[in-house]
């Protein structure tokens, strides 16, 4: 089941300078940074309880962020809804007609089971699905 917002994905073309407007002009504590292989992205988490915001760049300038910005100079990418069954979520969901990205989650930041929703499934929004791993 869905049970709350759990983060609100930024892409950075930049992720030191994004870091420090965020730290610095926004007065906003940053949780640390993060490379993701499996996505290729390299995040910096700011919680705001009860949801966070997440930078993401390209991990080795490549990946979806990458082409993301090749055609914006960066912006809203996705909306992360936290999940405490994600199998049974995505089940729920092809059973309506959603698209996923891929055929099951995987790993993500923080050893969180993710799966994104194709953007046409969801009148052109990116949305994730994630569910924290037992130690988060």
Not at 47 to 57: F, N, Q, R
Not at 63 to 85: Q, T, V
Not at 95 to 111: C, I, S
Request: net charge negative; proline share 7%; aromatic share 8%.
């Amino acid at each position: 089941m869905i049970t709350g917002l759990d983060h609100i994905a930024i892409a950075v073309p930049d992720l030191e300078q994004s870091v420090k407007r965020f730290v610095e002009d926004f007065c906003l504590d940053c949780a640390g940074t993060e490379d993701v292989a499996t996505a290729q992205t390299s995040t910096a988490f700011f919680p705001l309880p009860p949801t966070s915001i997440e930078l993401v760049h390209p991990l080795n300038g490549a990946g979806p962020i990458a082409k993301y910005l090749e055609k914006k100079p960066g912006g809203l990418h996705h909306l992360c809804f936290r999940s405490d069954d994600i199998d049974a979520d995505v089940e729920r969901l092809k059973a309506k007609g959603y698209q996923f990205l891929t055929d099951a989650p995987y790993a993500g930041a923080h050893g969180a089971r993710v799966i994104f929703i194709h953007p046409k499934s969801c009148d052109g929004v990116l949305i994730e699905l994630s569910q924290p791993a037992m130690d988060h």
